[in-house]
């Protein structure tokens, strides 16, 4: 590990090699010094070695990753594949695997089977948040607007429970909640988180633009008045905006 950090991927091959039969950890630098060289193909021979030898199906989720940063993307999904068809059902390495798969899925346009594999992802781990924007992008991508929100609000500490996402980590993400916001939701509810999700984006004036036309738009279909304190919060971003 002291070789990789420092750059030198020979060394770690020189120490490793002769100990890849002792441990996991020890085939998994060996790998990545494999990696470091451009040797896909010998970093993947001695994951898929170890975890046979070792009943370390995690190593594979390393080999389909070796593969897919070496662009080799049809390789990694059958290593995926492959796995999650003989990995124990109670590998908690499924979760993660079945969302690189998804991944994987969705960049070759395998949108049906994309979803499947998110799906099943979450239902392995719920607690994957980037699977969960996967998976309501997709949904809504397909038209699927009442299933995306139901996935994109779920909480997984406590099924049942809708929870509006707060903190979405992209302008885009923020664009994709407030889309199925307009169609889920009541517009104070839709204004209110629309507001603060640009409060978060503050320094995106494209995002604020598209946002305020959403909120704007479903203000003026929606035939009900705004809360009186989010119209003087949305007029006052209005103007600033335009200013």
Not at 21 to 44: D, H, Q
Request: charged content about 25%; aromatic content about 8%; hydrophobic content about 45%.
């Amino acid at each position: 590990r002291n070789a990789l950090a420092r750059r030198d991927p020979d060394s770690a091959i020189e120490y490793a090699f002769p100990h890849r039969e002792s441990s996991a950890p020890v085939a998994s630098v060996l790998a990545r010094a494999y990696a470091a060289r451009g040797n896909t193909e010998a970093a993947v021979d001695t994951l898929t070695t170890a975890a046979s030898r070792f009943d370390h199906d995690d190593l594979i989720i390393q080999a389909a990753q070796i593969c897919i940063d070496a662009e080799k993307p049809d390789r990694a999904e059958v290593l995926l594949t492959e796995v999650l068809r003989t990995a124990s059902v109670r590998w908690p390495g499924r979760g993660t695997a079945r969302a690189l798969l998804g991944e994987l899925q969705a960049k070759r346009g395998a949108w049906v089977d994309a979803i499947a594999s998110w799906e099943s992802a979450l239902e392995d781990d719920p607690y994957q948040e980037s699977v969960r924007w996967y998976l309501a992008q997709a949904l809504t991508l397909r038209g699927s607007y009442a299933r995306a929100w139901e996935v994109l609000t779920a909480d997984p500490s406590s099924p049942g429970i809708v929870r509006i996402p707060s903190a979405p980590q992209t302008p885009a993400a923020a664009q994709l909640a407030l889309f199925l916001m307009r169609r889920e939701t009541d517009l104070n509810t839709l204004v209110s988180y629309g507001l603060d999700y640009i409060g978060k984006f503050a320094d995106d004036e494209h995002f604020t633009g598209r946002a305020l036309t959403l909120m704007s738009a479903a203000s003026a279909a929606a035939g009900v008045q705004l809360d009186p304190t989010l119209l003087d919060r949305l007029q006052a971003v209005v103007g600033r905006f335009t200013d």
